[in-house]
C-alpha cells in the first residue's frame, strides 16, 4: 500500500512539474493574462481539470515559481554572505542574482512574477517571512551598520526594501537597453552614498 502510494506521489509530481513547465513556456510567450490554458494543458499531455487540480488559477502557477526562484536565490546569497563579504559586495551580489533571474524569465514573465511577488494574495513562505531576500539584505546592511561602514542612523529594512524595489523598476524600465549594465552600476554606487558607506 506504501509503496502505491509513493508511486501514485511520484506520478502526481512528475505531473505538476510538465504542468509548470508548460505554463512557464506559455506565459513567457504571451503573458499570464493572456495564456491559454488549453495550450498548457495539452503541451504537458494532461486533461484540462488536471491543470486546475494543481494549480487553482493561472497566479498559482507564479506563486509555486516565486517561491522556488526565491528559495534559490536566497540559497545562493546566503552561500555568498558565509563568505564575509563587504556591503558593496554584498549589494552587487543581490543585483548579480535578481538581473539573472530577470534574463532567464524574460520580460514579459519578469513582470507578471513580480506582480505576484508583490501582490497581496501571495502565500507565506515556508519559513514565515514575505521576503526573505529583502530580510537577509537587511540582515547584512545591519551589519554593515553594527561595524561603522554606514551611518548609524540608517535603518536596514527600509534600505533593503528600498534597494531591491529600485533594482526591480529598473531591469524593467530598461529592458534591451545598452545603458542598462551602467545604470545598475550608477544605482548601487548611489545606494552606497545614500546610507553614508565609507569605501
Known amino acids: 500500500m506504501a509503496e502505491q502510494l509513493s508511486v501514485r506521489e511520484t506520478k502526481r509530481l512528475q505531473t505538476k512539474e510538465r504542468l509548470l513547465?508548460?505554463?512557464i513556456a506559455e506565459f513567457k510567450r504571451s503573458g499570464m493574462a493572456d495564456a491559454d490554458v488549453g495550450a498548457i494543458?495539452?503541451?504537458a499531455g494532461v486533461?484540462?481539470?488536471?491543470?486546475?487540480f494543481h494549480f487553482p488559477t493561472k497566479v498559482h502557477?507564479?506563486?509555486e515559481l516565486e517561491r522556488r526562484e526565491e528559495e534559490r536565490m536566497v540559497k545562493r546569497f546566503r552561500q555568498f554572505l558565509d563568505g564575509k563579504?563587504?556591503?558593496?559586495s554584498a549589494l552587487h551580489e543581490a543585483l548579480k542574482l535578481v538581473a539573472g533571474l530577470e534574463r532567464r524569465l524574460g520580460a514579459v514573465l519578469f513582470?507578471?512574477?513580480l506582480a505576484a511577488h508583490f501582490s497581496p494574495t501571495r502565500p507565506p513562505n515556508e519559513e514565515g517571512t514575505d521576503h526573505p531576500l529583502i530580510v537577509f539584505l537587511a540582515q547584512e546592511i545591519e551589519r554593515a551598520r553594527g561595524s561603522g561602514e554606514i551611518?548609524?542612523?540608517v535603518n536596514p529594512m527600509n534600505?533593503?526594501?528600498?534597494?531591491l524595489l529600485g533594482l526591480y523598476a529598473l531591469l524593467i524600465t530598461t529592458n534591451d537597453s545598452p545603458e542598462q549594465k551602467s545604470l545598475l552600476e550608477d544605482f548601487v554606487e548611489r545606494t552606497l552614498r545614500s546610507i553614508g558607506h565609507c569605501g
Open 159 to 163: 534600505s533593503a526594501v528600498f534597494f
Open 85 to 88: 563579504q563587504d556591503l558593496p
Open 47 to 52: 486533461a484540462h481539470g488536471t491543470f486546475f
Open 61 to 63: 502557477v507564479l506563486f
Open 41 to 43: 494543458v495539452s503541451a
Open 21 to 23: 513547465g508548460a505554463a
Open 111 to 113: 513582470k507578471d512574477f
Open 151 to 153: 551611518d548609524t542612523d
